[in-house]
Structure formats: C-alpha cells, structure tokens
C-alpha cells in the first residue's frame, strides 16, 4: 500500500472543512479586522497607555465570540476582572512592595476571586491582571494600571463594534436540517 505525504483521511478532511464553513471564515476575519483597527488606533491613546499598544489588539481578540451578546458578555465580564485585578494589586502596593511574598498572595488570593462564578471569563483576568500590576507597573503602578485598562477598553470597543457592523448572516440552512 502506498504511503502519502499527507495523512489525512475523510473525516480529517470533513473536519477542515467543517472549521472552514462562511460562519466561521466570517468570525476569524472578524477577529483579525478588528485586531488590525485596534493596532491602528492605540497610538492615539493619551499619556502612558501609548506604551502599552499591544493590550488594545488583546482586548480586541478577548471580546470577539460568534454573537453579539456573548461578547458583549465577555467585553463586561473581562472589565471586570480587570478592575478587581487592579484593586487587588493597588491594595497590596498600598500595604507594601511587590516582593516574593507579596507576589504569591496576590496571585493566589486572584485565582480565589477569580473563581467566583459571577465574573465568568472575566475570572481569568483577576489574577493576571494584578500579577501584571505588581510586576510590571512596579513602582509606577497607577500609571501603569490606567493604560493597561485604557488599551484593552479600546480593543473591547473595537472588537464590540466590528461585532455589531458586520453580522453573520442567519444559519437558515442549519435549523432546516
């Protein structure tokens, strides 16, 4: 029996297929549309958020889901992890500096937060986001925190309206069969 190059067989291929179908094509170009807008626009972002350009592409990708109202969805729920993320770093800078100790706590204490079933995918961010704080904005954590916040509320916006300007066309096809 010969051998090919490709070892794909039929549901391999029906699998690629499936993944490359016009809802799906649609939503990844979507995602890469609005990364590209949200690059283009980070600059623009006053004070120390332009130095922190590559969160707006982020928070672009974190808000970009087959509907509108998931990622609307997501957009607040990922707002919100990052706000307590940043409270929780500020309230450990308040009280001391990032320091081994106070680096594990934070985390920690983040994932518990993190955890709870309210902030959803937002959950994540809590202990990222305060990890980012303490050792990336350090010393300057405040200006660090609003950039950082600023940048992925822009790509949030941008994602959002990518969402809302171009709807996928209606799955007719699938509710019939």
């Given at each position: 029996m ?13 699998s ?17 549309v609005?990364?590209?807008i949200?690059?283009?626009l980070s600059?623009?972002?006053?004070g120390?958020?332009?130095?922190l ?14 509907t509108l109202m998931?990622?609307l ?5 990922t707002?919100a ?5 940043i409270?929780?770093a ?8 990032p ?12 994932s ?12 994540e961010h809590?202990p ?6 303490l050792i990336?904005g350090g ?5 660090y ?10 790509g949030?916006?941008v994602?959002?309206l990518v969402d ?5 066309p ?5 509710a019939?069969?």
């Open positions: 010969p051998r090919t190059i490709f070892p794909w067989n039929a549901s391999r291929l029906a690629v297929r499936r993944r490359l179908r016009p809802p799906r094509f649609l939503q990844v170009t979507k995602i890469a609005a990364v590209a949200a690059w283009t600059p623009f972002l006053p120390d958020a332009q130095e350009r590559y969160y707006a592409p982020l928070g672009a990708l974190l808000s970009m889901h087959p998931r990622s969805r997501s957009a607040l729920q707002l992890g990052l706000t307590v993320g409270v929780l500020g309230a450990v800078l308040l009280l001391s500096e320091s081994v100790w106070t680096i594990s706590l934070v985390t920690g204490l983040g518990l937060i993190g955890g709870m079933r309210w902030l959803g995918v937002g959950g809590v990222l986001t305060a990890f980012f704080v990336i010393p300057e954590a405040d200006n925190s609003a950039g950082y916040f600023a940048q992925v509320c822009l949030i916006v994602g959002l809302l300007l171009i709807l996928p209606l799955a007719v096809g699938t019939v069969e």
